[in-house]
């Protein structure tokens, strides 16, 4: 299978790999022609001219409710689970290599947070400050319901990435007389910057773009995808698209961030990397 | 272990079991206590009642909706599976350079950390009465009337799914075959096994954590799904999670809370089955 000539079911297997990937990037691809559309277009083809008109739309308040705020909320509250799930992941696959009372039922409530229904949690949490005669907001029972999705995802990348990390370096650290905290911080904490930064990317997208955890724990003031949600129902231009486009640009801009920096630590270490040999 | 280390182990663990704590037990809990309350047009009344289960068991509605929403769960599992199963094959066992096998991966799971809500809006422009769909068909001549079924239809909601779900099932699949030792190939090969042997006797059964991780995901989500019912039916197809919704938006919480604690049984049964298959914490 590896070697000598491409057979027929490479090509095959090719093109479903392709068609595949226009499956996934073809119809985002489209509302982001789409969003350009002129003043006078619709929301399907053909274009009528192209315009900006669109997407300065978006951004006049009264036009299609808060689009502005909503942003904004939903990158803040994108960064604070971010660095959330980033500090109590990693501290967490600190603890998870020793086994201690307790270990088999954390991880457990992980898989639990991972595989009990979205709209369960937001439902849950919701009752909880009805209940108690709170006001769920952005900020407070959102921030909680998106770090039960975030954290079990960064949890297991730790519980992988330990797994592979070579724990001689660490003796060799406190070998050298290093403290615990300069053996985090000097040692550990750079061989795994890589990952720590892809467990920053699950945890800023995952809350970035979280709907049904929002939907009855955000309060009243709407993350974005909720904005969004509300504009389907009574938006009918292409605004909805300039939305789209934008929305999806800011994951891209966030993408492309955490893999050029991935790839930058990796050349560097690659250069950098091994003094083997080269001692005076 | 000394004492100060297991101090420590805890102190670093607190933060990740709080957040379990505050935002997944007690609300839990709170569900459960819920479903039994008693509750009228304005407001939730504290009580012991099993009227809550009653009313949605003896309703046939519920039943319809728990089967509809099995039934999108089970279509869309078939399909989510066939297609990742192939795509992660082709990308570990075609594609030679490990660069490009990474490059393709990451193709794959970029749509991942991009908005749901957007992925499925961006249907519309091809599905709708004028969308392109229907505009080529008729150019081609292949249809004479727009087909309506295309969007708002059970059709759109597992199209919806398959677009948005079906990275779940490449990564952990595409993760177990990246385990496999590729000397079992080569002895297959040697034994005189064709290529399509090789891929239902070999690589297939050591996939198997892998399908089965996958699985959980997609089955989950789909059985816990309302806003893509909701937006890609219009309003048209039901789910249990669509059914939960409209209860809380008639404020009958200890309605919406019975159903929630009925869904997650469910849920926890068909987990606790594919779990059988493997264990997770090996697959790390």
Redo the contacts between chains.
């Keep these: 299978?590896?070697h000598g000539k491409r057979?027929p079911?490479?090509w095959f297997?090719?093109a479903?790999?392709c068609l595949?990937?226009l499956?996934?990037?073809?119809?985002?691809l489209?509302?982001l022609i789409?969003s350009f559309q002129g003043p006078g277009g619709g929301?399907?083809?053909p274009m009528n001219g192209v315009s900006l008109h669109w997407f300065r739309n978006l951004f006049e308040k009264q036009m299609v409710g808060d689009f502005a705020g909503s942003l904004q909320r939903s990158l803040i509250l994108g960064v604070a689970v971010m660095l959330?799930t980033v500090?109590?992941?990693f501290?967490?696959g600190?603890?998870?290599r020793?086994r201690?009372r307790?270990?088999g039922v954390?991880?457990y409530?992980?898989?639990?947070?991972?595989?009990?229904?979205?709209?369960?949690?937001s439902?849950?949490?919701?009752?909880?400050y009805?209940?108690l005669g709170w006001d769920p907001a952005w900020y407070s029972s959102a921030f909680?319901?998106h770090?039960?999705w975030t954290?079990p995802f960064g949890?297991?990348i730790m519980?992988?990435v330990f797994?592979r990390f070579d724990r001689r370096y660490e003796e060799a650290a406190r070998d050298l007389g290093a403290t615990?905290w300069q053996t985090i911080r000097h040692v550990i904490v750079p061989i795994l910057l890589p990952s720590l930064i892809g467990v920053g990317?699950?945890g800023f997208?995952?809350s970035?773009?979280e709907?049904?955890r929002s939907?009855?724990t955000a309060g009243t003031f709407n993350t974005l995808?909720l904005e969004?949600?509300g504009m389907?129902t009574n938006v009918t231009t292409p605004v909805?698209?300039a939305?789209?486009t934008v929305?999806?640009g800011v994951?891209?801009v966030?993408?492309a961030l955490s893999?050029l920096s991935v790839t930058w630590l990796r050349r560097r270490r690659a250069r950098h990397g091994s003094d083997a040999g080269k001692a005076a | 272990?000394n004492r100060v280390k297991?101090w420590?182990?805890?102190l670093?663990?607190a933060?990740?079991?709080l957040?379990?704590l505050?935002?997944?037990?007690?609300?839990?809990a709170?569900?459960v206590v819920?479903s039994f309350f008693d509750y009228n047009t304005t407001q939730?009344i504290p009580a012991f009642l099993l009227q809550n289960y009653e009313e949605l068991l003896l309703s046939p509605v519920t039943w319809r909706t728990y089967q509809q929403t099995i039934q999108f769960a089970l279509i869309t599992w078939a399909l989510t599976l066939l297609?990742g199963f192939?795509?992660a094959?082709?990308?570990a066992?075609?594609v030679?350079s490990p660069t490009m096998q990474t490059v393709?991966f990451?193709?794959?799971t970029?749509?991942f950390?991009?908005?749901?809500?957007?992925?499925m809006?961006?249907?519309?422009?091809?599905l709708?009465r004028?969308?392109?769909a229907n505009?080529t068909l008729m150019n081609l001549g292949l249809i004479k009337e727009p087909l309506e079924f295309l969007l708002y239809s059970d059709f759109s909601v597992v199209l919806a799914y398959v677009?948005l779900y079906?990275l779940f099932m490449v990564v952990p699949i595409f993760n177990s075959m990246m385990r496999i030792d590729?000397s079992l190939?080569e002895a297959a090969?040697d034994a005189g096994a064709s290529?399509w042997q090789?891929l239902v006797n070999v690589i297939l059964p050591l996939c198997k954590p892998g399908i089965a991780i996958g699985s959980?995901?997609v089955v989950?989500?789909v059985?816990?799904?309302?806003?893509t019912v909701r937006?890609m039916s219009g309003g048209l197809s039901a789910s249990v999670?669509l059914m939960?919704?409209n209860a809380?938006s008639l404020l009958q919480?200890p309605a919406?809370?019975a159903n929630?604690v009925i869904?997650?049984l469910l849920?926890?049964f068909i987990?606790a089955a594919m779990m059988r298959l493997v264990d997770?914490?090996k697959e790390?």
């Design positions: 299978m590896q057979g079911a490479f297997l090719g479903f790999f595949f990937v499956f996934l990037y073809g119809p985002t489209t509302i789409l929301l399907t083809f959330v500090v109590a992941a501290s967490a600190l603890a998870f020793s201690f307790g270990s954390i991880f409530l992980a898989i639990a947070s991972l595989i009990v229904p979205s709209i369960l949690i439902l849950g949490i919701g009752l909880l009805r209940v909680g319901a770090l039960t954290l949890l297991l519980f992988a797994n615990s990317l699950f997208t995952l970035y773009d709907f049904a939907l009855y995808p969004i949600y389907t909805l698209y939305l789209g929305t999806t994951s891209f966030v993408i893999l | 272990m297991s420590v182990t805890y670093q663990v933060p990740l079991a957040v379990f505050l935002f997944l037990i007690v609300p839990i709170t569900i819920v939730i297609i192939t795509v094959y082709f990308v066992f075609h030679r393709l990451l193709l794959c970029i749509p950390w991009t908005s749901n809500v957007i992925r809006i961006s249907w519309i422009p091809f709708g004028h969308g392109l505009t677009h079906t590729r190939l090969r290529g090789t959980i995901f989950t989500i059985m816990g799904d309302f806003v937006m999670g939960m919704a809380m919480y919406a809370a929630a869904l997650l849920v926890l987990v997770i914490r790390l």
